[in-house]
């Protein structure tokens, strides 16, 4: 009997340990979606985009996202309300890289690496800095902090200038 009760002691612990070691994992990564949120919304500050990018002084800045729908939850709910130059934001979960289409900002996550760089226009974030030649700027997570590096050539290329400010905070600048 006694023993039977220390099974069930020690199944309950590892069982609590699991959901807590679960808990601090989803924690970990609403805090990682929070900072690249944050880090995409005001992104838009710091990038002049070509005229030819908005079809109306008033048109939203287009923020689709690929392969994280938590981190277009997280978007929607920093985004309402908020404007850069009188722009507000439209957050677009885009399964599949036709829904990129007309999108300013496009961040494909980790798990997504490949799906919608081609398609991307005009600037394109991705989660792989080792691939900073098939994207504008790639993002890492270090101590629940956003690092970023930017390929100064392909944003050149594109038509777009980054200010100052973003190129000085930059990680690395190719």
Not at 108 to 136: C, H, K, M, N, Y
């Amino acid at each position: 009997m006694r023993a039977a009760r220390v099974v069930a002691v020690v199944c309950l612990l590892a069982l609590s340990a699991g959901l807590f070691a679960g808990s601090t994992a989803r924690a970990k990564d609403s805090a990682d979606d929070a900072a690249r949120a944050t880090f995409l919304l005001l992104l838009g500050k710091y990038v002049t985009w070509p005229a030819t990018a908005f079809t109306s002084p008033t048109a939203p800045i287009v923020v689709a996202v690929v392969g994280n729908p938590r981190l277009v939850a997280e978007l929607r709910t920093l985004a309402v309300g908020q404007q850069i130059e009188g722009r507000f934001f439209e957050i677009r979960d885009a399964a599949t890289p036709a829904n990129c289409s007309g999108a300013h900002i496009v961040f494909v996550s980790e798990s997504a690496q490949g799906t919608a760089l081609e398609l991307a226009q005009p600037l394109r974030v991705s989660e792989q800095p080792e691939e900073l030649a098939s994207t504008d700027i790639a993002i890492s997570m270090k101590n629940g902090r956003v690092a970023f590096f930017v390929n100064r050539k392909d944003v050149a290329r594109r038509g777009l200038k980054l200010s100052s400010k973003l190129m000085r905070l930059a990680s690395s600048v190719e």
